[in-house]
C-alpha cells in the first residue's frame, strides 16, 4: 500500500529535551515535505526537500532541522523544543513533478511542557 | 507571494442540504489551485485540483470548484451533503513557476453536517 508514515503519532516531552520525529514514504518520490498545522492558521510549511541531500527552508524553519541522506526518509530534528512547538506535525511527499499530489502522512501530534 | 482566505471557520449544515465552502486567493502570479480535506484523526487528502482547461472541475464523491479568475476565487460546492462528508476542508494554491512547489494554504473551513 502507497503511504506516508511517521512516528511517533503522539508526543509528549519537556523544554530542551532534543526529538526527532521520522517520516518515511514508499512510493520513490523525489519531494518531501514537513508542515505544522495550528488552529486559525491552516497548514504552514517548515522545510522540503527536492531530493536526496537537497534540502531548503519553508515558511517557518526557526528550531527546526531536517536531513534527507535517503530518498524514502525526511526526519524532523527539534534540538531544543519550546512551547511554541507544541502543534500537529504533518509530513508529505509527491513525485518530482510539480503538478502531482502531494500525499500526506497521518501527523505527529507534538506537546512540549 | 501568494495567499489564501477562507471565509468561513465552521459551516453547519443539515444532511442533504446544499454547501459552498469559500476560497479567495491573491497572487501576482499564475497559480494552481487545490482543495484538501482532512477527516477526524487524519492527514490530508486531495479533493480536487484545478490545473488548466475547464474552469469546473469536479471530484469523485459530488464536490466541484470553479476557478473565477477575475475575482480570484475557486469556491468547493456540493449539491447535497452527507453525514460522512463532515470534516476540515483546507484551500490552497502554489506558483506555477517554482518548481519547488510549496502549497499554501488557507485557514481551514469545519464542514459540520448534521442529521
Known amino acids: 500500500e502507497a503511504q506516508v508514515t511517521q512516528n511517533p503519532r503522539y508526543l509528549i516531552t519537556v523544554t530542551g529535551k532534543k526529538l526527532t520525529v521520522t517520516c518515511s514514504q514508499n512510493m520513490n518520490h523525489e519531494y518531501m515535505s514537513w508542515y505544522r498545522q495550528d488552529p486559525g492558521l491552516g497548514l504552514r510549511q517548515i522545510y522540503y526537500?527536492?531530493?536526496?541531500?537537497?534540502?531548503d527552508k519553508g515558511d517557518v524553519p526557526e528550531g527546526y532541522k531536517v536531513s534527507r541522506k535517503e530518498k524514502r526518509n525526511f526526519p524532523l530534528i527539534l534540538e531544543s523544543p519550546s512551547p511554541n512547538q507544541t502543534s500537529l506535525y504533518f509530513c508529505a511527499s509527491r513525485t518530482g513533478q510539480h503538478t502531482d499530489t502531494q500525499y500526506f502522512g497521518p501527523g505527529t501530534r507534538l506537546t512540549v511542557l | 507571494a501568494q495567499s489564501v482566505t477562507q471565509l468561513d471557520s465552521q459551516v453547519p449544515v443539515f444532511e442533504e442540504a446544499p454547501v459552498e465552502l469559500r476560497c479567495n486567493y491573491s497572487s501576482s502570479v499564475s497559480v494552481y489551485l487545490f482543495w484538501y480535506v482532512q477527516y477526524p484523526n487524519q492527514g490530508l487528502q486531495l479533493l480536487l485540483k484545478y490545473l488548466s482547461g475547464s474552469t469546473l472541475v469536479e471530484s469523485i464523491n459530488g464536490f466541484e470548484a470553479e476557478f473565477n479568475k477575475s475575482q480570484t476565487s475557486f469556491h468547493l460546492r456540493k449539491p447535497s451533503v452527507h453525514i460522512s462528508d463532515t470534516a476540515e476542508y483546507f484551500c490552497a494554491v502554489s506558483d506555477r513557476r517554482n518548481q519547488g512547489g510549496k502549497l499554501i494554504f488557507g485557514q481551514g473551513t469545519e464542514l459540520s453536517v448534521k442529521p
Open positions: 526537500s527536492m531530493n536526496v541531500e537537497v534540502t
